[in-house]
């Protein structure tokens, strides 16, 4: 039987401790779809599950990793090969199945989408679900009639995964994006990335305690949730609609519905985890070809293989990892 190393988050009397271990493809089960890994990356999500985090992994010993691309190993009736190359990120993968950190995962095939021609699976990962939710929350931007001439579209949390990709992609667009960070040293990168202007989380957060704001974006994107998507929300155009996709900030929205009523604006939630495989192959094709960015190595902070993730783990909890971070897996 076939072994393979893998990432192992496990419970000890002293807490939670991740270490690399020899595991058997048989212990993923008999059903669905096996692939052999080749890449993924760190998301917040998996910090969360490789430090006991019950609201995401409920069992342990555990292997995280909520995003994997690789190559199909065996498969059961289900449309994909022997020899496909797929990516599979969201639903269960990483949270209470084993993930994308182990050398195989096993998978139903409804998770799985064949990767892009053209798009390398290393750069898949630099994407992954942190670029999908931002391709995501664009699209449903767009879907609301959002013009360039309309003006200058804010993205909050601008040095994070899903930011960093949301501003990359909308200037490719040909947006002007104002980036949203309370990191000095970040201004040069994220105008790099395609931002026009940087400001402060203090002066995004003026005036946030009244009911309204003074009109300023045409649309947003709000990655960090709390206090930023209500100042976000009182402060779009008439009509303005905002992206919210994230709860790093906090998971509560405090405020009075008057810019609904008065600007008819619009909150879009935006989910990128029990999303119909389908709509994930559409957005991963736009990010493989016009949505693509002109330089991928612009966006990331790091590669790191399985055993190299742990110091990662408590960085990215903390706000202090900057774009993308792929994970060397095979």
């Not at 693509?292 to 990215?316: C, H, N, T, Y």
Request: glycine residues 12%.
């Amino acid at each position: 039987m076939t072994t393979f190393r893998a990432l192992q988050t496990r419970q000890t009397d002293d807490g939670f401790i991740n270490e690399m271990v020899d595991r058997n493809v048989g212990e993923l089960g008999n059903s669905g779809v096996l692939v052999r890994v080749e890449w993924s990356s760190l998301n917040f999500k998996d910090a969360l599950s490789a430090t006991g985090n019950k609201g995401v992994t409920r069992h342990f010993p555990h292997t995280p990793g909520i995003d994997a691309v690789g190559v199909v190993e065996a498969a059961d009736d289900g449309p994909f090969s022997v020899g496909d190359r797929v990516t599979c990120t969201g639903y269960d993968l990483g949270m209470n199945t084993d993930g994308g950190y182990g050398q195989y995962i096993r998978v139903p095939s409804e998770w799985l989408v064949p990767l892009p021609a053209g798009l390398a699976p290393r750069d898949a990962m630099v994407f992954g679900t942190a670029g999908l939710t931002a391709a995501l929350c664009v699209e449903s931007l767009l879907d609301t009639g959002l013009q360039l001439q309309q003006g200058e579209v804010v993205v909050t949390g601008a040095t994070g995964g899903v930011g960093s990709v949301a501003v990359a992609i909308l200037a490719k667009l040909g947006f002007e994006v104002v980036a949203v960070t309370g990191k000095k040293d970040a201004h040069d990168w994220l105008k790099a990335l395609g931002a026009t202007r940087i400001i402060s989380r203090e002066e995004m957060l003026e005036g946030a305690d009244k009911p309204m704001m003074k009109p300023r974006w045409a649309a947003a994107v709000d990655c960090v949730g709390g206090d930023m998507l209500t100042a976000a929300l009182k402060s779009v155009e008439y009509g303005g609609s905002v992206a919210c996709c994230g709860l790093a900030g906090s998971p509560k929205l405090e405020m009075t519905v008057f810019p609904f009523i008065l600007r008819g604006i619009n909150l879009l939630g935006v989910d990128s985890v029990e999303l119909p495989c389908e709509i994930k192959q559409q957005m991963w094709q736009l990010l493989a070809d016009e949505w693509r960015p002109d330089d991928m190595r612009a966006l990331e902070a790091g590669e790191v293989s399985p055993d190299q993730l742990s110091p990662w783990f408590e960085k990215i909890l903390a706000g202090g990892v900057r774009g993308r971070v792929v994970v060397r897996v095979d």
